[in-house]
């Protein structure tokens, strides 16, 4: 190749290893996910009130994520509006 100085070889070799540098650096670190849990082992659960931690059932899930009876989304109702007796003026 003129522009970089290098042969087709050189060039596809360069290419090859920056993209599997970039895959890799996509994926995260090796031993990531066993950091990350270790640091809640020690750092968060233990401050989180027993009756909090656990699993959610399969409905509060849904309601949390706004899932209708059926599996469809189901937009949330609208906030009720608050009244004020500040004046505004």
Known sequence: MALANETKTEAIRKAL?????????????????AQLLDYL??????????????????KEEDAILGYGPQGHFRPPAAAPRIETTEEHG
Do not use: E, I
Request: charged share 30%; net charge positive.
């Open 41 to 58: 082992g020690r750092s968060v659960w233990p401050k989180v009130p027993p009756g909090v931690l656990g699993r959610l059932s399969r």
């Open 17 to 33: 290893l920056d993209r599997k540098s970039r895959l890799q650096a996509a994926v995260g670190r090796p031993g990531r996910k």
